[in-house]
């Protein structure tokens, strides 16, 4: 089993940042992508990003590309979500995720093995 525990979500002005970490434990960390997903009131949970094991390939909602990044130090099995400018439409809650993807499955969290209980963000306008 992976316990993911999320961290860092609060409120916000339109046009500030945060930085979201989600701590592993548990068994090995080791070979899993990890993965962001975000839900908003009434709406369905959507993919906002994910890096690979290595740490070499990174993806993201075209809604959040350059304004949101993902990165993960294995040592202390940790990923964090940076997000910059952010807008009120990015509130919600948001997941971390933890599974072994591929890029055509990466966007669908049915296909990731543990999760996160979440950690609200709210930005304001």
């Known amino acids: 089993q992976v316990q993911l525990v999320e961290s860092g979500g609060g409120l916000v002005q339109a046009g500030g940042s945060l930085r979201l970490s989600c701590a592993a434990s548990?068994?090995?960390?080791?070979?899993?992508?990890m993965a962001w997903f975000r839900q908003a009131p009434g709406k369905e949970r959507e993919f906002v990003a994910a890096i690979r094991w290595s740490g070499a390939n990174t993806y993201y909602r075209d809604s959040v590309k350059g304004r949101f990044t993902i990165s993960r130090d294995n040592a202390k099995n940790t990923v964090y979500l940076q997000m910059n400018s952010l807008k009120p439409e990015d509130t919600a809650v948001y997941y971390c995720a933890a599974g072994v993807f591929t890029i055509l499955t990466m966007t669908q969290w049915d296909r990731y093995d543990y999760w996160g209980q979440g950690t609200q963000v709210t930005v304001s306008s």
């Open positions: 548990g068994r090995t960390f080791s070979g899993y992508g």
